[in-house]
């Protein structure tokens, strides 16, 4: 699929959410991308789900962009690092 200069595939469970800056948030599950995107299609922001084993990217299957004060802390994982 196309969008302006964007370029993606989904063929299912693909998701996006209109921001409030008027750009456009994409998730493209089986490409294991995140990308956040002007009207135009501009890639403003691109995240890729890199699966530590095959060092490609894995299946996302949603995402949702936040605004600074949705949280009332910061949400931290005291895991984190110790895979």
Known sequence: MFFGNFHFFSDSMGAHQYLPNGNLLVVVPDEGR???V????????EFNNIAR?????GHVEN???VP?????RIP????L???
């Open 38 to 45: 002007t009207g135009k299609g501009e890639k403003v922001m």
């Open 63 to 65: 995402a949702q962009w």
């Open 53 to 57: 084993s095959t060092r490609h990217n």
């Open 81 to 83: 690092g110790s895979e």
């Open 76 to 79: 931290s994982c005291s895991r």
């Open 34 to 36: 995140v990308v956040e």
């Open 68 to 72: 600074l004060d949705f949280f009332d």
